[in-house]
């Protein structure tokens, strides 16, 4: 089993920065894509970023610019750096790694952002 433990999360203001981590744990394939997903009340599930393995990122268009994922593969960690944050970014964020060849996808419990205009 995978384990996703995430942190960083936080009240900020418009303009301001926050950093998200997400450490994983147990039995982890090499080979797998780790990424951000996030849930605002009321809207589904969308994707903010993801990057594999091998370091090739993907990005939702509303956050391109703004937003960099990147990860430490020895330390099985994610992370989010979310500059110029804007009201629309509040949300939950969750983490995911999901393995193609097995498959199978995990989750983390979610963290809050919330950035006040």
């Known amino acids: 089993q995978v384990q996703l433990m995430e942190s960083g999360g936080g009240l900020v203001q418009a303009g301001g920065s926050l950093r998200l981590s997400c450490a994983a744990s147990?039995?982890?394939?090499?080979?797998?894509?780790m990424g951000w997903y996030r849930q605002a009340p009321g809207k589904q599930r969308e994707l903010v970023a993801t990057?594999?393995?091998?370091?090739?990122?993907n990005y939702a268009d509303s956050v391109k610019g703004r937003f960099t994922i990147s990860r430490d593969n020895a330390e099985n960690t994610v992370y989010l750096q979310m500059n110029s944050l804007k009201p629309e970014d509040t949300a939950v964020y969750y983490c995911?790694?999901?393995?193609?060849?097995?498959?199978?996808?995990?989750w983390g419990q979610g963290t809050q952002v919330t950035v006040s205009s």
């Open positions: 990057i594999t393995n091998r370091g090739s990122t």
């Open positions: 995911n790694l999901r393995v193609v060849i097995t498959p199978s996808s995990y």
């Open positions: 147990g039995r982890i394939f090499k080979m797998n894509t």
